[in-house]
């Protein structure tokens, strides 16, 4: 029992811990206004979305006989029996998109603030 904890947690932390930082450096490079925002949408959905629509469309899309996932894993050969896989995945979705806003926001108020006191931005 402890040793699935403990895998489980480690990852999860290997996991969750570097994608938001890796998606809002890449965000900040994004110059396209659309695909910038159509990703931050993807990606903070999760949060606008109840637990129990999500929960619930994981479970269709994992679904042992009629899931789409799960078909293809056992196509190219794999096991459909996937706990952990999924149980970090899912929360990776639902941490990444928050993140970003916290790590960004503050640096563009910074910048945005600068600029309007050199008279740059008009606000």
Same mark, same amino acid.
């Given at each position: 029992m402890i040793k699935n904890t403990f895998l489980l947690s480690i990852y999860q932390i290997a996991i969750t811990?570097?994608?938001p930082i890796l998606l809002a450096l890449a965000?900040?490079?994004i110059k396209d206004? *659309? /695909?910038?925002r159509s990703v931050q949408m993807f990606t903070y959905a999760p949060y606008f979305i109840?637990?129990?629509v999500i929960v619930s469309m994981i479970i269709l899309m994992l679904s042992p006989r009629t899931g789409i996932v799960n078909n293809l894993i056992e196509l190219i050969g794999g096991q459909s029996d996937m706990f952990r896989? *999924? /149980?970090v995945w899912s929360d990776?979705?639902?941490?990444?998109g928050s993140i970003p806003v916290l790590i960004i926001y503050p640096f563009a108020q910074k910048y945005f603030v600068q600029g309007m006191l050199?008279?740059?931005v008009k606000g």
């Amino acid at each position: 029992m402890i040793k699935n904890t403990f895998l489980l947690s480690i990852y999860q932390i290997a996991i969750t811990f570097p994608l938001p930082i890796l998606l809002a450096l890449a965000l900040n490079e994004i110059k396209d206004g *659309i /695909f910038k925002r159509s990703v931050q949408m993807f990606t903070y959905a999760p949060y606008f979305i109840s637990t129990v629509v999500i929960v619930s469309m994981i479970i269709l899309m994992l679904s042992p006989r009629t899931g789409i996932v799960n078909n293809l894993i056992e196509l190219i050969g794999g096991q459909s029996d996937m706990f952990r896989s *999924i /149980f970090v995945w899912s929360d990776a979705w639902q941490i990444t998109g928050s993140i970003p806003v916290l790590i960004i926001y503050p640096f563009a108020q910074k910048y945005f603030v600068q600029g309007m006191l050199l008279g740059s931005v008009k606000g």
